[in-house]
């Protein structure tokens, strides 16, 4: 049965069926066309580089672990109090 947009959360652990890549998802796209994608950032390399994202279509996507992680969220979509940029 093919992943729906409704199916993947915030924090879970994906991985795309076409190359591999594994992540969490930390964003959701939902298009007016239908064609529906998630963002997954992979894990932080050894040596502490970043690796970017990448987004891939939800039919690409199985879930390998659910709420993997709990990301934390704002109402308002804004920082969270301690997250605030800083004011000069």
């Known amino acids: 049965m093919a992943v729906r947009i409704e199916d993947i ?15 969490i998802v930390t964003a959701k796209a ?4 239908g064609c ?3 963002l997954v950032s992979p894990p932080v390399k050894p040596d502490g580089s970043f690796v970017d994202g990448q987004w ?9 672990c659910p709420r993997k992680i709990s990301i934390a969220t704002s ?14």
């Open 9 to 23: 959360g915030f924090g879970d652990e994906v991985s795309d069926t076409v190359t591999g890549f594994t992540g």
């Open 30 to 33: 939902l298009y007016a066309t």
């Open 36 to 38: 529906n994608q998630v």
């Open 56 to 64: 891939f279509d939800v039919e690409r996507v199985a879930i390998e």
């Open 75 to 88: 109402p308002s979509g804004g920082p969270r109090g301690g997250d605030a940029a800083p004011v000069r």
